[in-house]
């Protein structure tokens, strides 16, 4: 509602007509604006109201004009379908607006100009609209009509339309009013009723031309029109109405009719929405949620339904929920069940069953038939107790009460007449039973007892005395007879008795003579057989004995057998001995001699041995000799290859040898050596030149060379076995051990040399150190030849 | 090949000859220099110098310096890098 008050405003200013603002919103406001805009004599008023009345703010007039028409039929049918005040509103305003329009339409620019009023503020003023619905033509006059929509205003405002509730009242009107003409509104009414009322503006009114809006507001004799076509299918029941109120008075009569209509139509448009409201509500959650809260009574009416339907569907559904009471007995566990300090214990209801007893508790069947018999055992019970109340708890048991046949009877007679005296001549003595000893007579008799004592209880008990006589005397029969059974019994048995012991003792003599002939019999025969057995032993033993002497017989042959034997070889052994002795004394120096001679042969042997290592190493030294005389020769250097490899065939394999003939470097051997003559002249030659560069620094260049060469011109010579590692005393050590002839030392000196002095020296000391290999080698070798010749002598 | 190679082997000259072989190369190669520089020297004065005599000493000069650089370079190399380090090392072994 609110939306669409400013659409108003907005649309106003559109036509520049009016600059409504926000303060359309407030009725007053607004009802004075129509009251310019009709004194301006515009016909745009109905439009805008139209607009405003529109329940989607955005669609354009000539839709809303048209959707009026809808909802004045609709509404009966939306009435019951929605419930809600302001879809009500809504629907009375569009009604009401589409009213104005086709009122604003029927009538002439001059009586438009009132009508907007009553278009505007008809949804506060309904009443009267309604009634000029109603009637096609609004029999109110115009200021009437304006007094009430002056008055009236301030409720329902157009602007303010809030959802309050008092927009519902008008709802009705309109939807009664529109009910009724559903068919006028449309726009077959719209031409009916201006015709009707105004001749003149028919013309003007139709609807066709002003479907258009925005044509509308611009000329002002078609002003109106719009408003009509706008509203055009729905205006045509309002236009009586403004139509009506100027011109159409004399249909005011019926205005009695009028309020019972409106009421009448407000019961039952409300009874409808209702309806409706109920029925949407089962469709619709929301809408139930919404119907329950705010709608009085909807609550109960929608849950009535509801059940209904449940109860439709499920007509099961209840019965199972709550199953038909049982009219049995409640059970009641009674205070004083268990153990109880209590002696006594008040009669209680009926009804209230002891939990101890035989009940429906206790099982489903026969609850009925005992409850009979327990209520009337119980009421004579409760009888008895009321006169007896000191006898114990456990009397009151219905099954013990036979075992008390006493009382029981008292109780009996206690039922038949209530508080009369006891009448023990009435009763019945019981068999004694102390005299029967047959346990199955005096079974009987308790059976008897128990029935007389039963009888005893009864109420007539005399009744049976007959009957009870009888059976005691036939069960003293029956006693007196089973004793007369008896003692027949014990005679014959008697008599039995005798006759089998005589039969036995006869049987026994019998047996005993039987049993001596037999006797006499084995004893006999057992005689015989022992004298068998004594002679058949006796023979045996005789023959034992003979065999026995004979084998001893044997045996002592057999030793001296034996003895003779042994005679015999200790003689031959005798002989034989002194035989051996003899031929020993005469071959034992043939031994001795055999053993001399291997001896001998053993020593030839090893002597021949001897002698062939001898020659060996003979040829061994003869070959080193050789060797040595080849590398010591002054025609050297001279290859000495064949005689060492002489020397080697003559070692034949000595490792020693072999060995030191691999280590002589094979130049020695393939060359030959310089000899130690030869060394000393040419070490003559080396010292010089090492002596030119004795002085030589490191990576010395010309001028170094030249200054080191003249240098070691000026040079003092040193002498014999100088002290010092520089180069000139070194080749003086060497000199000197040269001199001595010992070449090993001067090459050690020599080889302590670097530099230049060792590139220099370097040719000398490789035949300084292979004339040394070779002497080496030729040494081990000479060494090895002695110990060779040693080793010979030794074996 | 192997004959000629124990030949040359053998040819080698003994290594106290070293020194000596090396000298007499760097003299000639000396005195083939300097004559070569003078030689450029005088061709240099003559036809250009105006006969002057410096420029033969230059020449010469020239020679006998690129002689000597050669003498002494091959002097410092043909020591075998048997520096000081080398030949202690072999003192030790």
Request: net charge positive.
């Amino acid at each position: 509602m609110y939306s669409t008050v400013p659409q108003l405003t907005t649309r106003v200013r559109r036509k520049n007509l009016w600059d409504v603002s926000a303060s359309s919103q407030n009725p007053c406001l607004l009802g004075k604006i129509e009251d310019s805009l009709y004194h301006t004599g515009t016909s745009i008023i109905p439009y805008s109201i139209a607009t405003s009345t529109s329940a989607s703010p955005l669609p354009p007039a000539p839709c809303e004009f048209f959707v009026p028409s809808h909802l004045s039929l609709l509404f009966s049918s939306s009435h019951s379908l929605h419930s809600s005040g302001l879809s009500h509103q809504f629907r009375m305003l569009r009604l009401s607006s589409s009213a104005s329009a086709r009122v604003i339409g029927s009538s002439g620019r001059s009586v438009v100009s009132r009508h907007p009023r009553h278009s505007l503020k008809p949804q506060r003023t309904q009443c009267q609209q309604q009634r000029s619905l109603a009637d096609t033509k609004a029999p109110r006059p115009s200021p009437d009509a304006k007094g009430s929509a002056k008055d009236v205003k301030p409720p329902p405002t157009p602007g303010s339309a809030s959802p309050a509730t008092p927009a519902k009242p008008p709802p009705p009107p309109p939807a009664a009013a529109a009910s009724p003409h559903s068919p006028a509104p449309k726009i077959t009414t719209a031409p009916i009723t201006p015709s009707n009322t105004s001749p003149t503006q028919a013309p003007l009114t139709p609807p066709s031309p002003a479907k258009t809006p925005t044509s509308s507001p611009v000329p002002v004799p078609k002003v109106p029109p719009p408003a009509a076509t706008g509203s055009g299918s729905s205006t045509p029941p309002l236009p009586p109405s403004p139509a009506s109120s100027p011109s159409t008075s004399p249909k005011q009569p019926k205005k009695t009719h009028r309020f019972r209509n409106f009421v009448v139509g407000l019961t039952f448009l409300t009874g409808l929405s209702f309806a409706g409201g109920v029925f949407y509500s089962l469709k619709s959650d929301n809408f139930h949620d919404f119907f329950t809260e705010y709608i009085p009574f909807g609550e109960e009416a929608v849950l009535y339904f509801e059940e209904r339907e449940f109860r439709r569907r499920f007509p099961n559904a209840l019965s199972r929920v709550a199953p038909p009471p049982i009219d049995s007995p409640k059970v009641v566990i009674p205070k004083s069940s268990g153990a109880t300090w209590k002696v006594f214990e008040p009669a209680e209801d009926k009804k209230v069953m002891d939990v101890g007893k035989h009940g429906p508790h206790v099982s489903s069947r026969g609850t009925v038939g005992q409850e009979g018999e327990g209520t009337e055992a119980r009421d004579t019970r409760v009888r008895s107790e009321a006169d007896d109340t000191a006898r114990p708890a456990t009397d009151r048991v219905i099954g013990e009460r036979s075992l008390h046949p006493r009382k029981g009877a008292a109780e009996v007679e206690a039922v038949g007449k209530p508080g009369g005296p006891d009448a023990p001549a009435g009763q019945i003595a019981l068999i004694n039973m102390k005299g029967v000893e047959d346990p199955l007579v005096r079974n009987l008799a308790g059976v008897v007892n128990s029935i007389i004592s039963l009888v005893n209880k009864s109420e007539s008990p005399n009744v049976f005395d007959s009957v009870i006589a009888t059976a005691k005397s036939e069960l003293s029969c029956l006693n007196s007879r089973i004793e007369s059974m008896k003692q027949g019994l014990e005679k014959t048995v008697k008599e039995k008795d005798l006759e089998f012991t005589t039969a036995a003792q006869g049987l026994l003599k019998n047996v005993d003579d039987e049993i001596t002939n037999i006797e006499h019999k084995w004893r006999e025969e057992f005689e015989n057989e022992r004298e068998k057995m004594a002679q058949s032993y006796r023979e045996k033993l005789h023959t034992e004995l003979q065999l026995s002497g004979e084998v001893a017989g044997h045996r002592l042959r057999n030793e001296l057998l034996e003895q003779a034997i042994v005679l015999k070889r200790k003689w031959i052994q005798e002989i034989e001995d002194r035989v051996e002795s003899e031929r020993n004394g005469r071959l034992g120096k043939l031994k001795e001699l055999r053993g001399s001679v291997e001896e001998l042969t053993k020593l030839s042997t090893a002597w021949t041995d001897i002698l062939d290592a001898n020659l060996k190493t003979q040829q061994m030294h003869v070959a080193l000799e050789a060797v040595r005389a080849a590398y010591e020769s002054p025609e050297q250097p001279k290859p000495f290859l064949r005689e060492l490899a002489a020397l080697k065939e003559v070692a034949d394999g000595d490792e020693v040898v072999r060995a030191a003939i691999a280590s002589i470097n094979p130049l020695a051997y393939q060359k030959g050596v310089s000899t130690p003559t030869q060394l000393i002249d040419r070490f003559r030659r080396v010292s010089d030149e090492v002596r030119k560069a004795s002085l030589l620094p490191e990576d010395a260049g010309v001028a170094g060379h030249a200054a080191s060469w003249i240098l070691s011109k000026v040079l003092f010579r040193k002498k014999g076995l100088a002290l010092g590692d520089d180069v000139e005393s070194i080749l003086t050590r060497t000199e000197t051990y040269l001199e001595e002839g010992n070449i090993d030392n001067a090459a050690r000196e020599m080889n302590q040399l670097s530099g230049w002095a060792r590139v220099l020296a370097k040719d000398w000391l490789r035949e300084a150190r292979l004339l040394l290999e070779v002497q080496q080698a030729v040494e081990v070798i000479a060494a090895e030849a002695r110990l060779q010749s040693l080793r010979v002598h030794k074996p | 090949m192997t004959a000629s190679t124990t030949q040359l082997v053998k040819r080698k000259p003994e290594s106290e000859g070293l020194l000596n072989e090396k000298w007499d190369h760097c003299l000639a190669n000396l005195l083939v220099k300097s004559t070569l520089g003078a030689g450029f020297g005088i061709i240099f004065s003559v036809l250009l110098f105006k006969r002057r005599a410096w420029p033969a000493w230059v020449g010469v000069g020239f020679g006998a310096g690129r002689g000597y650089a050669e003498c002494d370079r091959e002097f410092k190399g043909a020591a075998g890098g048997v520096s000081r380090a080398v030949g202690e090392r072999l003192r030790r072994d």
